[in-house]
Nanobody, 124 residues
Framework: QVELVESGGGLVQAGGSLRLSCVAS????????MGWFRQAPGEEREFVAA????????HYAGSVKDRFTISRDNAKTTVYLQMNNLQSEDTAVYYC?????????????????WGQGIQVTVSS
């Protein structure tokens, strides 16, 4: 059983930045691919970014590429999402998740454990 706890959300003006953190407990963090997803009101939960257990080349949704950066610190069992130049369309609840060994990086069905989510609100 893996427990994930997100932090760092809040209210920010358009063009601003936030850094989300997700601390994991249980399991072997360094072997998990970790992902960030988001869900806006009335929308489906969508992929944002993911990074392999060993690091390497991360994957991003096209809507956040070049603005968001995912990273991880395996010693701290933490994955981060640095979000720059935030826009109103980035307003959502953000979730971190651990990926199962099979399945697409981009599909929420491929992720086994989820955090409780944290609100990010961007005012225009």
């Amino acid at each position: 059983q893996v427990e994930l706890v997100e932090s760092g959300g809040g209210l920010v003006q358009a063009g601003g930045s936030l850094r989300l953190s997700c601390v994991a407990s249980g399991g072997t963090f360094s072997i998990y691919t970790m992902g960030w997803f988001r869900q806006a009101p009335g929308e489906e939960r969508e992929f944002v970014a993911a990074i392999a257990g060993s690091g390497g080349i991360p994957h991003y949704a096209g809507s956040v590429k070049d603005r968001f950066t995912i990273s991880r610190d395996n010693a701290k069992t933490t994955v981060y999402l640095q979000m720059n130049n935030l826009q109103s369309e980035d307003t959502a609840v953000y979730y971190c998740a651990t990926k199962s060994q099979v399945g697409s990086w981009y599909s929420r069905e491929s992720y086994a454990y989820w955090g409780q989510g944290i609100q990010v609100t961007v005012s225009s």
